[in-house]
């Protein structure tokens, strides 16, 4: 089976969409952060994704595809992308969310429902009959000053399935991490894809979709 490989990486900065989710700590305050986010409890199967979600999806793929139809030979993953925005919008709020929610086709589902939609598509595209396999990850990265609003974090992780991990964007390790991690996703296929961490950003979703 030929192996193909498309990873999105998100970086959200404080004036961006996540910044009214976020609030500066000092340090020693966000040890205990991750008490709160349950992790997740995906099963094998789940019932099959809404007609309105799959119709999101496609009108989304198509805008990504026309929009990127000028900047020459990729692979672009409009699913990787859309989850990743997806994680982002459960952060948003007023104009942000609106805004987001037409980008990304659902202005008529609730968060709730949305979340369990998504939840239920990525179930199903990670349990495909072999020997297709489809294997999807997502991550959140937060500078360690700041706390992210616990619903956003629970939401995501449960949703999304995705890890949450709190690091020192300041130490030149943290770049090293977060590539590790990317690496360890895609078996090596992208060993880096950060260089550096700019001072404003306190945040990053990750989605890697491997195939």
Not at 57 to 75: K, M, Q
Request: charged share 20%.
């Amino acid at each position: 089976m030929k192996k193909m490989t498309c990873l999105l990486l998100a970086g959200l900065l404080l004036t961006g969409t996540l910044a009214g989710g976020c609030q500066r700590i000092p340090a020693a305050r966000g040890a205990g952060l991750l008490a709160d986010v349950e992790a997740a409890s995906w099963p094998d199967q789940a019932p099959r994704p809404s007609s309105e979600l799959t119709d999101a999806v496609n009108h989304f793929a198509w805008d990504l595809l026309e929009h990127s139809i000028d900047e020459g030979n990729r692979l672009i993953s409009p699913a990787s992308v859309w989850l990743a925005l997806a994680m982002t919008l459960n952060g948003a709020a007023g104009s942000t969310y609106d805004e987001l929610a037409d980008v990304l086709y659902v202005p008529g589902l609730s968060v709730s429902d949305r979340n369990l939609e998504a939840r239920n598509w990525q179930i199903g595209l990670r349990n495909l009959p072999e020997p297709t396999r489809l294997d999807i990850a997502n991550s959140i990265w937060y500078h360690k000053e700041y706390q992210p609003a616990s619903p956003f974090m629970q939401s995501t992780a449960a949703a999304f399935d995705a890890e949450i991990h709190r690091l020192n964007f300041a130490d030149p390790a943290a770049i090293e991490t977060i590539n590790d991690w990317v690496s360890q996703m895609t078996e090596g296929a992208i060993d880096s894809i950060i260089n550096e961490i700019d001072v404003q950003t306190i945040m990053y979703l990750i989605n890697a979709v491997y195939f």
